[in-house]
């Protein structure tokens, strides 16, 4: 992967890790992206189909009966692929766009036209169509959280997750104010990583080696979703537990080999086993 | 044009044309060429005229701003406000804040750091004494109306331009600096935007454009591909 831009200058390539042992499904990641990117809601948000969560929450099971029996949640923000993203390249309207300085895959939601092609092209299914125009009910308080730093999508547009690309712009202007060009990892990190209650989330530069997230990814229980599809997505899950890694993407029956077993458990880090080793 | 469409059935002209420039093809009768040309040539100046004056004299409504700012004035050296230069004496009332943000056009309070006290005016114009009565002594923020106002989805970082890329205000605002009067704030109607956002033309054709003529995106797209910096034309960097 390159790591530098067309004039030479080091490349950012943002991104995320999510340990699912930690991850405990409370749904707060939801909550606070939703807050901190004005998401609008519906009168009846029960209803899946049509309600916009840009972090959304997964349930997986094992599939075994009772005594067996594990669960296990996954929050799914967009995974922000590195390479080709496939909303990137079906887009007719050249709405949506990788940006190739920090990897994300960025949107002008006043040039999208609402054709859902990117929708149905995601294989993550991380696009969401505004059928509505966005709803704030006054009554409920909800307008006075507006935040105006991430403008409200119209109706007839799709959107996404932006890895809080505000919050970079707002630490690059600090960074800027105080005579620096380049950002520390503390300053950008973003809003469901900061909500979550476990820290399960960790989020930084995948290119910078001083970044936890760049030392996470290196660990062999760290996966992502549908990898074989060649998209590199920048969202990483940690799992220490086989049968969360298997369902990260599509197997033939005896095509997964297993990470843990024997010459693993011998290695000296096994014997901490964990993101502690890193 | 009935006759151009069947030449043969007007033979007397065609014999008058002939004679008159050998070398143009008999279907082509040059007197109605000649009249075809003029009359296109009217219509599409009174066009031009209709689209580039007529129009934008209707679609933009004119207003005057709340009360005057005298730039040249508050700017001069001997007046008291601090900074070597002028850009620092710009930066002085359009600060950044300590976070790297840009406050724009001060507020109230910055004004009555100097003009606190409404009953005692620092000069003698008659817009200063206006100034005080209506706004300082109610404590009432001045309405202006914003000239550079962008749409909802633009970001822009004026720290980024100003620090970093060291421009001066006058590059993308004009030289508001020497100006003794306001100008006048002119909104189009449709869309709510300003001129000063859309361009002072509608034609697109300025002889020397200068950055502080219009305010869209490719106008910022250019300049960032002028100044090198084309790795800051991705949506997200001036888009939200």
């Known amino acids: 992967m390159k790591k530098e831009n067309d004039n030479g200058k080091p490349r950012h390539r943002y991104g995320m890790v999510i340990d699912l042992d930690k991850c405990t499904g409370c749904g707060t990641c939801m909550i606070a992206c939703a807050a901190e990117n004005n998401v609008s809601v519906r009168p009846d948000q029960s209803d899946k189909e049509r309600a916009i969560t840009w972090m959304r929450l997964y349930k997986i099971t094992n599939g075994k009966e009772f005594p067996d029996t594990e669960v296990s949640y996954f929050p799914r923000p967009c995974m922000h692929c590195d390479h080709h993203p496939p909303c990137v390249s ?20 006043t040039r999208c036209i609402g054709c859902r092609y990117c929708q149905a ?13 966005a709803y704030f009910p006054k009554d409920k308080g909800l307008d006075r959280y507006l935040s105006p730093e991430v403008s409200p999508r119209m109706r007839g547009v799709v959107e996404k997750c932006t ?25 950008y990190q973003t809003a ?15 290119n910078n080696p001083d970044h936890k997230v760049s030392k996470l990814v290196k660990h062999p229980f760290t996966f992502r979703l549908l990898e074989r599809l060649g998209t590199e997505p920048k969202v990483y899950y940690y799992s220490s537990r086989d049968w969360v890694r298997k369902l990260g993407d599509n197997f033939l029956p005896g095509e997964y080999k297993p990470v843990l077993h024997k010459t693993w458990m011998q290695e000296e880090w096994s014997t901490k086993p964990g993101r502690d080793t890193y | 044009m009935k006759n151009r469409a069947n030449p043969s059935e007007r033979p007397s002209q065609s014999e008058g044309a002939s004679s008159r420039a050998g070398f143009f093809p008999k279907w082509l009768n040059i007197n109605v060429a000649v009249q075809d040309v003029g009359f296109f040539l009217v219509g599409l100046i009174a066009a031009l005229i209709v689209g580039w004056v007529v129009f934008p004299a209707v679609l933009y409504s004119k207003q005057t701003q709340p009360m005057n700012f005298n730039h040249r004035l508050h ?26 943000t840009f406050a724009g056009i001060p507020k109230l309070d910055k004004c009555t750091e100097c003009h606190d006290d409404p009953e005692s005016p620092l000069g003698d114009t008659p817009q200063e004494k206006e100034f005080l009565e209506r706004y300082v002594s109610g404590g009432k923020e001045i309405p202006w109306l914003i000239y550079s106002r962008q749409p909802d989805c633009v970001y822009f970082s ?12 006058d590059t993308c605002h004009g030289d508001f600096a020497d100006n003794e009067k306001l100008p006048v704030y002119q909104e ?48 997200f960097v001036c888009h939200k």
């Open chain 2, 75 to 100: 700017v001069s050296p001997d007046i008291g406000i601090d900074g070597e230069t002028r850009e620092e004496r710009c930066a002085y009332c359009h600060e950044f804040r300590d976070d790297g």
């Open chain 1, 90 to 109: 079906v887009c007719v309207a050249t709405a949506t766009k990788l940006d190739f300085n920090t990897g994300i895959v960025s949107q002008i939601y």
């Open chain 1, 163 to 187: 890895f809080c690309h505000h919050r970079l712009m707002r630490a690059k202007e600090q960074a800027y104010a105080e005579g620096r060009r380049e950002i520390e990892e503390h300053e």
């Open chain 2, 188 to 235: 189009n109607r449709l869309t709510g935007y300003s001129i000063n956002i859309w361009g002072k033309r509608i034609s697109g054709i300025y002889g020397d454009k200068k950055p502080a003529d219009r305010m869209k995106m490719d106008d910022c797209a250019e300049c960032h591909t002028k100044m090198g910096q084309e790795q800051n034309n991705s949506c």
């Open chain 1, 121 to 133: 092209a995601c294989p993550y299914g991380a696009r969401y169509f505004n059928w509505w125009d």
């Open chain 2, 158 to 169: 004026h720290i980024a331009h100003v620090n970093m890329g060291e421009l001066s205000c």
């Open chain 1, 192 to 206: 469901c990583t900061e909500a979550c209650p476990v820290q399960a989330i960790t989020f930084g530069d995948l």
